[in-house]
């Protein structure tokens, strides 16, 4: 009988239970061993959930206090040195102090796991790292798990894709140098799994899905030859995309089973099925693990008939890749209307759709799940007709869209003219990033006002005031573009998701983003369409305040389509488009009402290229083009902004050049302006603002320090470019420090000014 299992499942808890005890003994208002009960009684309550659901193995070792790559150094002993922990004793509160830093030693690095919003922690290789054992936290789960009487199968962060997510820190010249002792470490483990009576291993190794490097391709051989007879069966788990390019290598590799992400290509079925070994597992990972719609249960049958035949019983179905990714229970939603809830399946849901998956390729066929079957079929039937997903205006505008729509009227050089001789703005302007301190007294009148508390025009008398004090605060300061502070927003997508048809968003619908955080991203079922101006009205008010031009601040649309989760009844480009077309509407909307600057952000620009650098091309191309649908309805004196962060962008400065936006702000002060150089080499042709300032941390940058970052730039920068603002919003900071360090930042504006005109003025001299 072929197996149903998961590669792993949510542990933040359905109530987000793990957030709130993690929470609560950070703060020391509870125990550790209140912490410990809330992690176990999770982890019961999960493997139950797997069980009751019919697969044939529970998943143990997806559990995590903080990150699974953290548990995997945690469980090998390679944790950071530079913390000076015995990793065969680590405590959890060292464990913490690892992910989140403390007094002494900054936290480890964070990053994003593959083109997920899910972050983990960076593991750090130096010449003395070692593998030589650490915690009994799995194996102490693992009887956990049967004492509960749960079969289980243990899943771990493979030694290929730890070594590769890892960073040089000192001592090494090549992670693979490390190669020989972290086999040694997972051989340790394996062997320990297998004489404890663990019969699989699913070991991931994501890193095949990236294009990877010939040295680490080479790598995989040797590696799993040294695991595979020390170790229990092992299942190596490939996900994110398609691995068709590794057939040869994955057929031969000694490993008992190979898992395959479907969901990103049932495809690449073809390249493994004709000669996949006898007596080697295929697990199909069929049910999407990173978005959230009903799998559709006869087209998934049909596509796994040719595996099944070539298989039987060694064709295992699965989730794509861990369900980590999508909210634990469709059943706690309680905001969405029946309609929508038809359509999704959470985590939980999930379970019983592979289950029925792997019933439907059995002996008896679809008859075994008859039921199932009717209802999935007339789930997917009814979310195709329904008329709340097609909507005929948006249709026909984006059959329409011509080249000219995404082209401005003019070239920058002369758009830049134009604007100039209307703005009147000094050399080197100042301006900010959109929102400012979100203040409790902001969030509280937004909450009051959503559960209806407050009346529309008592909020609107609210969220004025606070306009008010920002616009009156930043002409105090002396900064030349003002902003209205985004009072409005509890969060960038949320904000005009909300505004938009064909959005929809859950009450509970968590998913976890690191350690403790979690985000609620809305969902994408319909074609978008905007009804009426969503921030004009906010814009027009804040103009009104003042003579300096008033920046509008609106979201772009691959972050409001990357920040989602999408339809899967067409591209993303399509939808991405739609979400672009809304925006359009909104940007000439803020012209006419005499909005002359309008930023569009798009912080998550960089974050939707694919993993695959030769697969780059095609997604930049359909995101610079909605970028520009959304840019270019105005006219040539209307300035367009854009802001990007978290990003590494000098491999793809072409494409950020190709949206045309007249100026960009970005994230530069961390990494000492470094980011700069790529800018500069590349002679990036429109205005750019650097950030100065880095809002992430409370400290207050000096005039001298922020002086010191704008001469670095304007080595690389032409001086008429250059525009001086912080890195990002100001939203997470308090009014005081915002102050002093904006106040810092005018003032070394002012000081590059004075020595401009100085320069100038020895030159005419
Ligand atoms: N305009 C947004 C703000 O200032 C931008 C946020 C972001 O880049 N993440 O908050
Ligand atoms: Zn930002």
Sequence with gaps: MAVAHILGFPRIGAQRELKFALESFWSGA????????????????????????????????????????LNTLALLGAVPERFGFDARQLTLPQYFTLARGNAGNFAMEMTKWFDTNYHYLVPEWTADTRFDGGVDWLFDEIIEARAAGHRAKVTLVGPLTLLYLGKIKSGLTDKLDLLPRIVAGYQRVLARLQAVGI???????????????????????????????????????????????????????????????????????????????????????????????????????????????????????SSSCSLLHVPVDLAQENKLDGELKSWLAFATQKLDEIVAIKRGLGSQGRAAIAPQLAASSAAVAARKASPRIHNTVVQKKLAQLSAADTQRDSDFAQRIVKQQAKLQLPDFPTTTIGSFPQTAAIRHARAAYKRGETGHLDYLEQMRAEIRIVVEQQERLGLDVLVHGEPERNDMVEYFGEQLWGYAFTA?????????????????????????????????????????????????????????????????????????????????????????MIQIDEPAFREGLPLKARDWQQYLDWAVRAFKVSACGVGDETQIHTHMCYSEFNDILPWIAAMDADVITIETSRSDMELLDGFGRFAYPNDIGPGVYDIHSPRIPQVAEMERLLRKAREVIPDARLWVNPDCGLKTRGWPETREALGNMVQAAQNLRSALKAERERLVA
């Excluded at 969503?534 to 920046?551: C, D, H, I």
Aim: glycine share 8%; proline share 6%.
């Design 30 to 69: 509870s125990s550790e061993e209140a912490l410990r009960d809330t992690g176990r009684s999770l982890r019961a309550r999960h493997w139950q959930a797997q069980a009751d659901a019919g697969l044939d193995a529970v998943s143990v070792g997806d559990f995590a206090w903080y990150d699974q790559v």
């Design 199 to 317: 019969d699989w291993v699913q070991i991931d190794e994501p890193i095949l899905a990236l294009q990877l490097e010939p040295d680490w391709i080479a790598a995989f051989a040797p590696t799993y030859a040294a695991l595979q007879p020390v170790a229990p069966a092992l299942l190596l788990a490939t996900y994110f995309d398609q691995v068709g390019e590794h057939a040869a290598l994955l057929r031969d590799l000694p490993v008992a089973g190979v898992h395959l992400d479907l969901v990103r290509g049932v495809g690449q079925l073809d390249a493994f099925l004709p000669d996949w070994p006898a007596g080697k597992v295929l697990s199909a990972g069929i049910v999407d693990g990173r978005n959230i719609w009903c799998t559709d249960l006869e087209q998934t049958l049909s596509a796994l008939a040719p595996a099944q035949a070539a298989l039987g019983d060694r064709l295992w179905v």
């Design 508 to 596: 509970n619908g968590w998913v976890q983003s690191y350690g403790s955080r979690c985000v609620k991203p809305p969902f994408i079922y319909g074609d978008v369409y905007r009804p009426e101006p969503m921030t004009v009205g906010w814009s027009q008010y804040a103009q009104s305040l003042t003579e300096k031009p008033m920046k509008g601040m609106l979201t772009g649309p691959v972050t409001m389509l990357q920040w989602s989760f999408v339809r899967d009844d067409q591209p993303r480009a399509t939808t991405a488009l739609q979400i672009a077309l809304a925006l359009r509407d909104e940007v000439c909307d803020l012209e006419k009402a005499g909005i002359g």
